[in-house]
């Protein structure tokens, strides 16, 4: 499982779409107990692994060092009764904390550093694009 971009499905939120994925599972074969959420969250992280065998899925020595720190203390993660079921159906992707790649720090605390200037330099070439497709016959 994975997003592939803001032009299918205008979010780019894996818990979103593991959600759909575990969701349209039951609704087709009208099996709420098919594709469990532990399987789900498999789907979207240790299998997905795999399938492009990349070296991430599992935490040691010599692996990447890449992981989502997330905030289980957040409202959509309460009470906590099971975590599988918490990050599919009810966390998002507000509920990370801190994201490491490649033991870089990319996010702490919800704050990427120069998120100001990504996000104005996202929207002038956001303006650019629409200004280009606009003047096209």
Not at 19 to 45: E, R, S, Y
Not at 46 to 72: K, N, P, Q, S, Y
Request: proline share 3%.
């Amino acid at each position: 499982l994975g997003t592939d971009g803001c032009s299918s499905n205008n979010c780019l939120d894996m818990f979103q779409t593991l959600k759909f994925a575990a969701l349209l599972q039951k609704h087709v074969t009208n099996d709420t107990t098919c594709l469990p959420a532990a399987d789900v969250w498999a789907m979207g992280t240790t299998t997905a692994a795999r399938a492009f065998r990349l070296d991430i899925g599992c935490i040691g020595e010599g692996r990447l060092a890449d992981m989502i720190l997330v905030d289980l203390d957040r409202p959509e993660c309460v009470p906590g009764y099971k975590l599988h079921s918490d990050l599919v159906y009810s966390a998002n992707g507000y509920c990370v904390d801190t994201v490491l790649c490649n033991g870089r720090v990319l996010m702490h605390r919800r704050k990427v550093s120069g998120e100001e200037d990504i996000i104005a330099d996202a929207r002038k070439a956001a303006r650019r694009l629409m200004r280009a497709v606009s003047k096209k016959p």
